[in-house]
């Protein structure tokens, strides 16, 4: 397989900015990915601190409530988080939340994520799209 490799140290600084509000359709519930489990979600600075301070791998799920796959994606992590354990540590950052550390790092598609290895010298891998969890885990277990 072959990943997108790129160097991912510190974050450059960031100003807030600003979230959009998606309308939801009368009597349809918005969907919003689970704040409780192992997927901890991150803003720029905690980001910044989790990269910086890393002892394990860890995979950055960039994703938006509105985007389908990022849905389907958030069930995966999980199962990696579930199987994997203290092994890796997994977060997500809401690009709509988070919009100028999404356009610094050029995040365009939903969901890409990032992975990140406890070696500073080695390079983060990125993949953007749905991927199974099983695919996940061999990417954490054998490129990290």
């Known amino acids: 397989m072959a990943w997108q490799a790129t160097r991912f140290g510190t974050l450059p600084g960031r100003r807030t900015g600003l979230g959009r509000s998606r309308k939801v359709p009368r009597g349809r519930k918005a969907v919003v990915p689970r704040a409780e489990g192992l997927v901890q979600k991150l803003n720029a600075e905690e980001l910044e601190v989790a990269i910086s301070e890393r002892d394990r791998p860890l995979v950055i799920d ?75 885990k061999e990417i954490i277990l054998n490129e990290l």
């Open 62 to 136: 960039f994703f938006a409530t509105w985007c389908g796959p990022c849905l389907l994606l958030s069930n995966e992590l999980e199962k990696v988080a579930e199987e994997l354990g203290d092994g890796v540590r997994i977060v997500k950052v809401d690009t709509d939340e988070e919009n100028e550390i999404a356009s610094q790092l050029q995040i365009q598609g939903l969901p890409t994520m990032v992975f990140v290895s406890t070696d500073s010298n080695k390079p983060a891998l990125r993949t953007e799209g749905l991927l199974p969890a099983e695919t996940i």
